[in-house]
T-cell receptor, first 111, second 113 residues
Framework: EDKVVQSPLSLVVHEGDTVTLNCSYE??????LLWYKQEKKAPTFLFML????IEKKSGRLSSILDKKELSSILNITATQTGDSAIYLC???????????FGTGTRLQVFP | NAGVTQTPKFQVLKTGQSMTLQCAQD?????MSWYRQDPGMGLRLIHY???????DQGEVPNGYNVSRSTTEDFPLRLLSAAPSQTSVYFC????????????FGEGSRLTVL
């Protein structure tokens, strides 16, 4: 059974802290891994990772894929209250083209 | 720019009633899908479609039907609603293959009493 697991489930930090969110997967026919941010409503796209070891970066957010370890991390530096959200990881499969999501990490950033 | 449009945004049903959640996209995306989101469970795939006339089951298909008669529309039908189907439902689409970004609708909150 295809599975995507995120950790931690929940994280509480203060503004300015750096956080690392983890995503591991056990799937057949891995194509790519995606990160999304979900605030009040629909998830919004952050990154797509297909190649191992290549970092994707956008402002204070960055992410990298490790195909050997079947995992990815999402880093957020100098956190702000606006980073408070649920961060979702998803894996795209070849053949079926399905996306399988993890349970998400709820990040709360306090002033 | 409409994107992915879901209706209704809120719905309350009684056990045993049927209803259809509508989803339409105007981006000519081949891939469309339905997810449900429950606390602590993340997004779980119900059904998906890689093109008109083609549908397939996801992780939690029981109690739901879909059809894809056009590229634009992908309705989700609950034939006989149960309290376990109380959830937030998201429709999402993307261009077919080799693309990652899913475009989500705003979500539909369904309560089954």
């Amino acid at each position: 059974e295809d599975k995507v697991v995120q950790s931690p489930l929940s994280l509480v930090v203060h503004e300015g802290d750096t956080v690392t969110l983890n995503c591991s997967y056990e799937v057949t026919n891995f194509r790519s891994l995606l990160w999304y941010k979900q605030e009040k409503k629909a998830p919004t796209f952050l990154f797509m990772l297909t190649s191992s070891g290549i970092e994707k970066k956008s402002g204070r957010l960055s992410s990298i894929l490790d195909k050997k370890e079947l995992s990815s991390i999402l880093n957020i530096t100098a956190t702000q209250t606006g980073d408070s959200a649920i961060y979702l990881c998803a894996v795209v499969l070849y053949n079926t083209d399905k996306l399988i999501f993890g349970t998400g990490t709820r990040l709360q950033v306090f002033p | 720019n409409a994107g992915v449009t879901q209706t209704p945004k809120f719905q309350v049903l009684k056990t045993g009633q049927s209803m259809t959640l509508q989803c339409a996209q105007d981006m000519n995306h081949e891939y469309m899908s339905w997810y449900r989101q429950d606390p602590g469970m993340g997004l779980r795939l119900i059904h998906y479609s890689v093109g008109a006339g083609i549908t397939d089951q996801g992780e939690v298909p029981n109690g739901y039907n879909v059809s894809r008669s056009t590229t634009e529309d992908f309705p989700l039908r609950l034939l006989s609603a149960a309290p376990s189907q109380t959830s937030v439902y998201f429709c999402a689409s993307r261009p077919h293959l080799n693309t990652g970004e899913l475009f989500f609708g705003e979500g539909s909150r369904l309560t089954v009493l």
